[in-house]
Every structure is written in C-alpha cells, then in structure tokens.
C-alpha cells in the first residue's frame, strides 16, 4: 500500500490520535504554566529561592524521558497519569526560567512610579509587572508546548494515547505490513501538531500583548 491510500485510508484514526496527542499536551502545558508563572511569582526577589527552583526544574530536563516516563510506572500506572505527569516535570523548566526573566525586565521606573501611586506588592504584580512580562512568559509556554509534543510521542511506552502509539507500533513491526507508513505518519503528525500550535500561540500573543509591547 503506497503511503497515499495509507493515508486515505486511515485517516480518520490518524485524526483521533492528533487530537488525543495535542489533548494531553495542552492539559500537560496547562498545568506547568499555573505551577511555573505562580512559582516564578513566589521566588521573584529572593536569589536563592530562585536558584534552587531553577536547578530543580532544571534538573528534570536532563532526565531521559523514557526513563522518566518508566519510573512513573510504579506511582500512576500506564495510561493518562504517568503521560500528563512525565510532560508537566518537562513543562514547567522553560515557563519558570521565562517567568523570572521577564519580571526582572521590567523597568524599575515603572515599579517605582506604581509604588509611588499607593499600589500595593499584589497589585503591582497583576496589574503592572506580570502584564509586561506577559510576552516572555508566554515565549516560555510557547517553548514548553512545542518541546513536550515532541516528547508526548515517547510516552507510548507507558500506554499513553496519542501519535506515539503509531510510531512505536510501526518500529515495532518494522518490515512488517504498513510498518513504516506508521512510523512515518506517527512523526509526520507530530511535527504537523507542533506546526499548528506553534501557530496558535503566534496568533493568541498577537491578541493578548498590547500593541506597546509587540
């Protein structure tokens, strides 16, 4: 079967798994930007707070994923847990370091004058520093959500749903019948996926940066 009628073919299915892959990367990046921007908000001013957030979310990237995705085993099983888990851990380095950097840049001028209107420390956070920073923050998701749709796929060893399983399925068999139309439409999904969140993020900072700040 050539790779055209594969897709003809199996399209359908193909289409189910690119939804459940960017389903599980969003609930993933969902969670690691709430865990990152409200630890970057905690730790911001406090130099060594920061530091040892950083190096342990730090940490994390440095693990192998599917050595990560393994040890989760024995905690959450197979299946959805250990997926959105492993990706939040992966998730949350690139928005915590984007977080700091973008409430540090915010010119101190601007934090002098709000203090000098009677604006209070949470207030000064919600309504002048976090909404300047918003474009590097965002940067940070936008980073986080393209890295963790390549790493969605691996989680296909731990039962987790998504392009992954096509691709492991098709090495698995590879030789074997529609073996490496599998494989190919497995990574060719993910890099499709990746293309068109990507997108989105350029279109959601379009809309939620003001035009100062673009």
Known sequence: MSFSEYLADR????GVMMAEHAEVVLIAVAIAAVLGIGLGVAVE???????????????????????LFGLLIPVFGLGLAPTITGLTLYAVFPILRNTITGLEGVPSAVEEAARGMGMGRA?????IRLPLAWPVVLTGVRVATIMTVAIAAIAAAVAGPGLGELIFGGLSRIGGANALNDTVAGTLGVAVLALVLDVLFVVLSRFTTSRGLR
Do not use: D, E, K, Q
């Open 11 to 14: 399209w359908p299915t193909i």
């Open 45 to 67: 001013g406090r130099p060594r707070a920061r530091g040892l957030a950083l190096g342990v979310t730090g940490t994390m990237l440095t693990v192998p994923s599917l050595a």
């Open 123 to 127: 207030s000064r956070m919600l309504r």
